[in-house]
Nanobody, 125 residues
Framework: QFEPVESGGGLVQPGGSLRLSCTASGLILEEYAVGWFRQSPGKEREGVAIISSSGGTTNYADSVKGRFTISRDNQKRMVYLQMNGLKAEDTGVYYC??????????????????WGQGTQVTVSS
């Protein structure tokens, strides 16, 4: 079973930071583009950030630009999402997904083939 595995979620106060990590069981992760997606309470799942297989191309949802940074270390087969300046509206389950999307847009989640189980991020005072 090929499946990304997320870690690093938790409870943080507004304005705080978290770093999410994604690795993959059974996948050569460096061969795939990787995206972070989230599902907030009462909302549909949405794209947050995308990174190409080489790491040379990234893209972000407007709501997180300037606060979140996606990166990858292909030697370690890891992808990260550094989240700074967290807001209550960032609360949700964050998913890591791997695939070969046609473009590096945050709205192409249907083009990602392998999904993790998600990690909960809660921003609250």
């Amino acid at each position: 079973q090929f499946e990304p595995v997320e870690s690093g979620g938790g409870l943080v106060q507004p304005g705080g930071s978290l770093r999410l990590s994604c690795t993959a069981s059974g996948l050569i992760l460096e061969e795939y583009a990787v995206g972070w997606f989230r599902q907030s309470p009462g909302k549909e799942r949405e794209g947050v950030a995308i990174i190409s297989s080489s790491g040379g191309t990234t893209n972000y949802a407007d709501s997180v630009k300037g606060r979140f940074t996606i990166s990858r270390d292909n030697q370690k087969r890891m992808v990260y999402l550094q989240m700074n300046g967290l807001k209550a509206e960032d609360t949700g389950v964050y998913y890591c997904a791997a695939g070969w999307p046609s473009k590096y847009g945050v709205d192409l989640q249907d083009e990602y083939d392998y999904w993790g189980q998600g990690t909960q991020v809660t921003v609250s005072s």
